[in-house]
Nanobody, 124 residues
Framework: QVQLVESGGGLVQAGGSLRLSCAAS????????MGWFRQAPGTEREFVAA????????YHADSVKGRFTISRDNAKNTVYLQMNSLKPEDTAVYYC?????????????????WGQGTQVTVSS
């Protein structure tokens, strides 16, 4: 089992920045692909970013590319999502997820563990 706890969400004005953190506990964190997803009211959960075991390979959705950056610190069992140039359409609940595989995917059903989510609200 892996337990995931997100933090860092909040209210920010358009153009501002936030950094989300996801602290993991349980089984070996460094052996999991880590991902961030988001879900706005009335919409499906959407892939945001993922990162490989080592942190060398990262993947970002086109909608956030150039603005958001995923990273991880395996020594701290933590994955981060740095969000810059935030837009009102980034407003959503952001979820951290772990996948026990060597390959990444944007399909949320392929992730094994999920955090409880953290709300991000961007005002115009």
């Amino acid at each position: 089992q892996v337990q995931l706890v997100e933090s860092g969400g909040g209210l920010v004005q358009a153009g501002g920045s936030l950094r989300l953190s996801c602290a993991a506990s349980g089984r070996t964190f460094s052996r999991y692909i880590m991902g961030w997803f988001r879900q706005a009211p009335g919409t499906e959960r959407e892939f945001v970013a993922a990162i490989s075991w080592s942190g060398i390979n990262t993947y970002h959705a086109d909608s956030v590319k150039g603005r958001f950056t995923i990273s991880r610190d395996n020594a701290k069992n933590t994955v981060y999502l740095q969000m810059n140039s935030l837009k009102p359409e980034d407003t959503a609940v952001y979820y951290c997820a772990a996948r026990g595989s060597v390959s990444y995917t944007y399909d949320s059903t392929e992730y094994d563990y999920w955090g409880q989510g953290t709300q991000v609200t961007v005002s115009s």
